[in-house]
């Protein structure tokens, strides 16, 4: 690995999302965003549902969907451990948007008393990062 790159691991409990050599990587945590280039300090942190943003070893931007988890960087490693990971060409995107109309429904009825507002929230959140990754097809 070249001295000036990162390596991208992204893993989901199915699968392994991604492996590869990168220049940069940027993550959303709850916090906001951070980015990591090579030789930065070590660093855990957890993810909220997002695309995550990475530029190749070629410079070339790239994209992957994560659905929440966590960061570790370590010795130019950077491994994103999530509950599901997609590319764009994974995504169901009409799925998604079925999701995102679903969670949109509920929380419309969130005074009704028997609605999880914090999971329908968060199920919005993942639906609409998951339909960002279109424009990536």
Do not use: C, W
């Amino acid at each position: 690995m070249a001295e000036n790159l990162l390596q991208l691991e992204v893993v989901a409990p199915d699968h392994q999302a991604l492996s590869t050599e990168v220049e940069s990587v940027v993550v959303r945590t709850p916090d906001g965003e951070i980015g990591f280039l090579a030789n930065h300090a070590a660093l855990i942190a957890a993810l909220v549902p997002q695309v995550v943003r990475f530029k190749d070893a070629a410079g070339k931007d790239g994209h992957i969907f994560v659905g929440g988890g966590f960061v570790e960087v370590n010795n130019n490693h950077v491994v994103i451990l999530s509950p599901s990971a997609e590319t764009a060409d994974q995504i169901d995107y009409d799925r998604a948007l079925r999701a995102e109309h679903r969670a949109e429904e509920r929380l419309a009825h969130k005074g009704d008393g028997d609605i999880d507002v914090a999971r329908a929230e968060i199920a919005l959140k993942r639906a609409l990062e998951r339909l960002k990754m279109k424009q990536y097809v």
